[in-house]
Each structure stands twice: as C-alpha cells, then as structure tokens.
C-alpha cells in the first residue's frame, strides 16, 4: 500500500464517518436514509452519462453488491436506532476487517504478510476495543438485539467490501463502477418510504434536505476513495485501515452527542494506531 493509497483510504474514513454522523443527528432513520439513497442516486445518474460502461465481468458483481448494500443500509438504520452513535458505528465497522481477510483468502486468492496479518489482527482489536469497552466505561451492560444488529451490519461491510473489490477490479472504470452500484440500490430504500409514507414524505424530508445532500456528497466520494484503492493494494489492509473512520465516529459522539469517550477507548485507539502501522510496513 502506497502513501497515496494510504492517504486516499484515511480520507474516506473521515468522510463516511461524517456522513454517518450527519444521518445519525435524523431522528427518522428512514428519512435520513431515504435523502442520503436519494441524492446519491441523482448524483451517480449525471455521473454515469460521463463515464464509460463497466465491462461485462463486473454486471454480476454489481447485482450482488447492490443487494448487500440494501441489507447494509437496512441494519446500519436498525443499529442506529436501538444504540448510541459512538458504540454501534465502532462495532460495526470494527468487526468488518478481520471477515474481508478470511473471505480475501478464500474467495480472492490474496495472501499477506507476517506484518499486515498482525496489524490487520491488532487495528481490529482496537476497533472492537473502543466500541465494546464503551459499555463498561458506562457502567451498563449491553443491549444485545442493537449489537446484534451492528454486528450482522459488520458482516454485511465484509460480504460487499469483498465483492467490489473483485468487481471493480474486472470493471475497468471504478467511477463508473460506483455510479451504476449508487443507480441500482439507491432507490430502493426512498421507494419504501414513499410508500409508508404516502402523501406526507415531502414535507418529513424538507427540514433535512441539506444534510441528506451532503451526506449524499460525502458517502460517493468515501466510497469512490475506497474503490480506487482497492485497484492499487490488497483487500484486507484497505478494510481495516478504513475502519479507522470509527476513532472519528467515537469522537464525534463524544463531542456533538455527548456520549462517553474515556480511558480505555484512548487505549483501544492506540491498539488501532499499531495495527495501522504494522499495516503499512513492507513485508
């Protein structure tokens, strides 16, 4: 993985845990998400007029990732409603990077090196570390159907993280690539809501208009960043340096939400810091 790579990845992180945030402060989680589907897909419909076709190889893959990407966004709006902010975005985006590299192995062939398997082990103890101590810090104990949705949300970041990055790779055009996946599921989530809610969904969206454009905005530049990586360098390592977007997801709830961010979650940051680095060095 290259400096730039690198670079690119840790952007995404900070842009799509702001974006998350941004669908968060919604109380509605369907409208949140229906603004978000919405706009993207207006924005990936004018990109798509100015870039080329993915090539056939990569139509499969597209179908799949779009379905997984549904079921994503479904659990990732369950999590937020049951759980705070800074515990259910950490647990769900830490347990992905560990999954991609098992699935990597098998599926895709990739095979790292003594160090990256450690960092890769070591950043994703930390990722857990901050969501998972965040309870104990709290002094309660955990509400398990909301972490049980944001762990089933973990695993649907693997299955798709997987299945762009073969797909991408065979599309030949990773803007391309993600402005057709934006396309075939975007929609899927604002049809639901305008059927539940018929007649009244303009006017539960008008006050949130803004912050759905840039969530928008901000979750098609995250994931072209990612795409674009996972081009250059292997999955595994991309998936969890990715997944440093939750140290920006805990400190966002400690700041704007007001929820907990104490001594053991700085402990489990420093894991995730390590692991980064040993990500980084070359075999």
């Given at each position: 993985?290259?400096?730039?790579?690198?670079?690119?990845?840790?952007?995404?992180?900070?842009?799509?845990?702001?974006?998350?945030?941004?669908?968060?402060?919604?109380k509605d989680q369907?409208?949140?998400?229906?603004?978000?589907?919405?706009?993207?897909?207006?924005?990936?419909?004018?990109?798509?007029?100015?870039?080329?076709l993915p090539q056939?190889?990569?139509?499969?893959?597209?179908?799949?990732?779009?379905?997984?990407?549904?079921?994503?966004?479904?659990?990732?709006?369950?999590?937020?409603?049951?759980?705070?902010?800074?515990?259910?975005?950490?647990?769900?985006?830490?347990?992905?990077?560990?999954?991609?590299?098992?699935?990597?192995?098998?599926?895709?062939?990739?095979?790292?090196?003594?160090?990256?398997?450690?960092?890769?082990?070591?950043?994703?103890?930390?990722?857990?570390?901050?969501?998972?101590?965040?309870?104990?810090?709290?002094?309660?104990?955990?509400?398990?159907?909301?972490?049980?949705?944001?762990?089933?949300?973990?695993?649907?970041?693997?299955?798709?993280?997987?299945?762009?990055?073969?797909?991408?790779?065979?599309?030949?055009?990773?803007?391309?690539?993600?402005?057709?996946?934006?396309?075939?599921?975007?929609?899927?989530?604002?049809?639901?809501?305008?059927?539940?809610?018929?007649?009244?969904?303009?006017?539960?969206?008008?006050?949130?208009?803004?912050?759905?454009?840039?969530?928008?905005?901000?979750?098609?530049?995250?994931?072209?960043?990612?795409?674009?990586?996972?081009?250059?360098?292997?999955?595994?390592?991309?998936?969890?340096?990715?997944?440093?977007?939750?140290?920006?997801?805990?400190?966002?709830?400690?700041?704007?939400?007001?929820?907990?961010?104490?001594?053991?979650?700085?402990?489990?940051?420093?894991?995730?810091?390590?692991?980064?680095?040993?990500?980084?060095?070359?075999?």
């Amino acid at each position: 993985m290259t400096p730039l790579v690198a670079a690119a990845v840790l952007l995404a992180a900070f842009t799509h845990a702001t974006w998350n945030a941004l669908a968060h402060t919604v109380k509605d989680q369907l409208v949140a998400f229906t603004l978000i589907g919405g706009c993207s897909t207006s924005i990936a419909a004018v990109a798509a007029c100015f870039t080329p076709l993915p090539q056939a190889g990569a139509w499969p893959y597209l179908v799949a990732s779009a379905l997984l990407h549904v079921g994503y966004q479904v659990l990732l709006m369950r999590s937020f409603t049951l759980g705070d902010f800074g515990q259910m975005y950490p647990i769900a985006r830490g347990t992905a990077p560990l999954v991609v590299t098992v699935l990597a192995a098998v599926f895709v062939g990739e095979s790292l090196t003594t160090w990256q398997l450690t960092g890769v082990a070591v950043a994703s103890a930390g990722l857990v570390g901050v969501a998972l101590w965040g309870f104990r810090g709290a002094g309660t104990r955990p509400h398990w159907p909301a972490l049980l949705a944001a762990l089933a949300t973990g695993l649907s970041i693997a299955a798709y993280t997987v299945v762009d990055g073969v797909g991408v790779r065979a599309s030949g055009t990773p803007i391309g690539y993600i402005a057709w996946l934006m396309l075939m599921q975007g929609l899927v989530i604002p049809a639901y809501a305008g059927y539940r809610f018929r007649g009244t969904l303009l006017a539960r969206l008008r006050p949130h208009a803004a912050r759905g454009f840039l969530g928008a905005v901000l979750s098609l530049v995250a994931y072209s960043l990612v795409l674009w990586a996972q081009t250059r360098a292997a999955l595994a390592p991309i998936a969890a340096l990715r997944e440093s977007s939750i140290i920006v997801g805990a400190a966002i709830g400690a700041l704007f939400f007001k929820e907990r961010f104490g001594g053991p979650r700085i402990v489990a940051a420093g894991l995730m810091v390590v692991g980064i680095g040993l990500m980084l060095r070359a075999g």
